[in-house]
């Protein structure tokens, strides 16, 4: 609550994106014009096909007390629901697969894989960010590709949406979940079955991003790149926040 309060404009801010998510579906022109300097050097390569993920998942934000609610029977539906959004209705039964996951330079969309591993089972083929962030000094540049710095800033530090360099994980920091809720956004990340664990600075869910990122390799440099500029202890091994979940909302 303190951290709202002294966040307290930028919330303002946010709020208002949000409802222009609800009734433009276009927030980009308006990041572009309105948003901090630091989303201001922007690429053009935004995210055109998000829009209609980003309404729905603001609506993450106003339902925030059902996730809580953790004897919820819907499960079955949602993920019927989610599974069929994503045009793989068949995905359900294949989650008991074994399927390999995950090796360097895997060419799989991150939507498909997210429906193939079962949640708790994809892991970074990077677990050494550190070297991988030193040895490539443009690894940002995977970041800004699919824009996510149009909302987080161009070096990830925040825009008019959280800082991703906090060492604060609103879902949890393993790869599996950040893998699944930068692919599927909140909403299908609660789809899936997991439960948020806090909110940042901003009430808003996170748009799925799956579309604009061509394959899982893709997303881990993403990912080890998102590490890269967090505090040291706040990543796996040091410190795992696990994703919340029930596994049997998966199984059902
Ligand atoms: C439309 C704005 C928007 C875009 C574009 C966007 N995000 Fe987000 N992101 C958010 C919001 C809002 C949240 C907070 C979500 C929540 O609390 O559920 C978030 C949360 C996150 C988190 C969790 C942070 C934490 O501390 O737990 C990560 C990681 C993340 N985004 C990565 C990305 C990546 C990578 C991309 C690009 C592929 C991206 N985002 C694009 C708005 C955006």
Known sequence: MKALMRHAPLVA?????????????????????????????????????????????????????????????????????GAAADGAPEAADKASDAVECCKPGDQ???????????????????????KMAADDPKLVVQFRLPGCNECHGGTGGGGFCPALSQGVWFWGNTDDVLFRLITLGSDGLEKQGFYRRQWGSVHAGMPAMGHTIKTADHLWKIIAFIRSINPPGTNPPEKVIPGKMELEDWEK
């Open 13 to 81: 801010f946010c709020l208002t994106i949000g409802v222009l998510f609800l009734t433009e579906g276009v927030p980009w022109v308006v990041a572009q014009s309105e948003a901090a300097p630091a989303t201001a050097q922007a690429s053009t390569t935004a995210p055109s096909d998000t829009s209609d993920t980003a309404v729905s998942s603001d609506k993450t934000g106003e339902t925030v007390e059902v996730a809580e609610d953790e004897t919820s029977s819907s499960g079955d539906d949602d993920q019927k629901a």
């Open 108 to 130: 799989t969309p991150p939507t498909e894989l997210v429906e193939k591993i079962p949640p708790g089972g994809l892991h970074s083929p990077y677990p050494d960010y550190k």
